[in-house]
């Protein structure tokens, strides 16, 4: 059986040779296993064809894996999901804690010059807000 794969130009192809008998084991288990054949030749080609037959006992322990770290998936899904939704909102408050204390400072800026009082360099705190605003991004 002749397999041929082109290029999306076309213009190139390249065929490969594959003995009947494996072509017919490949179709055999592409129905068995419910595939389509142009998915299995793909998988093949890209990544290569083991000879021999996968013993029931080996499948059926990989589908027991499978089936437990689905399982260990969710479990930490479940974990994780809720640690989101409270960054998510620990993130909002520093950015309102970001914008009041923006504010406290203009207010303490304004009454220092009002009352004749030097100017305090505060570049640690505007650093901070500027974080906290997300304008370092």
Request: proline share 2%; charged share 35%.
């Amino acid at each position: 059986m002749k397999v041929v794969v082109r290029s999306d130009s076309k213009w190139k192809k390249v065929v490969f040779n594959v003995p009947d008998d494996v072509f017919n084991e490949i179709e055999k288990n592409a129905e068995e296993y419910g595939f389509r054949m142009d998915e299995v030749l793909k998988i093949i080609l890209i990544d290569g064809y083991v000879e021999g037959d996968v013993k029931k006992e080996e499948l059926k322990e990989l589908e027991e894996e499978i089936k437990t770290l689905e399982k260990l998936l969710y479990q930490l899904e479940g974990k994780w999901s809720p640690l989101k939704f409270k960054t998510y909102y620990i993130a909002l408050d520093n950015q309102n804690l970001a914008i009041q204390l923006s504010g406290m400072l203009a207010e303490n800026k304004r009454l220092r010059k009002q009352l004749g009082l030097p100017l305090v360099n505060r570049k640690e705190l505007e650093e901070l807000i500027h974080y906290y605003m997300g304008f370092n991004k």
